[in-house]
Nanobody
Framework: QVQLVESGGGLVQAGDSLRLSCAASGRTFSDNVMGWFRQAPGKEREVVAAISYSGGITYYLRSVKGRFTLSRNNANNTIYLQMNNLKPDDTAVYYC???????????????????WGQGTQVTVSS
């Protein structure tokens, strides 16, 4: 059974940092794109960042570029999202996702991601 398990969310103040982790089990995604999406109340789920299989290509949502950094460790089947200088607009449930088809195309479409985590809440107070 394939699982993506997120951790690292929480309640922070504006300007603070958080590091999200997503550990995959049940299969390896070292040959595939992985990424983070988020969904705020009343809004569509949007891609925040995505990373190619080797980590050499990354994509960031414009509003997080320069503040968030996505990395991966294929040896332990894990991706990390370092979030710095958090803003209240970053408040959302953050979901880890993995594709079985994409390798270098980032971010791709939401339908390209076959596996999803359960989500972790990030709340940024002003």
């Amino acid at each position: 059974q394939v699982q993506l398990v997120e951790s690292g969310g929480g309640l922070v103040q504006a300007g603070d940092s958080l590091r999200l982790s997503c550990a995959a089990s049940g299969r390896t995604f070292s040959d595939n794109v992985m990424g983070w999406f988020r969904q705020a109340p009343g809004k569509e789920r949007e891609v925040v960042a995505a990373i190619s299989y080797s980590g050499g290509i990354t994509y960031y949502l414009r509003s997080v570029k320069g503040r968030f950094t996505l990395s991966r460790n294929n040896a332990n089947n894990t991706i990390y999202l370092q979030m710095n200088n958090l803003k209240p607009d970053d408040t959302a449930v953050y979901y880890c996702a993995a594709s079985t088809r994409l390798r270098t195309t980032v971010p791709g479409n939401r339908a390209d991601y076959d596996y999803w985590g359960q989500g972790t809440q990030v709340t940024v107070s002003s």
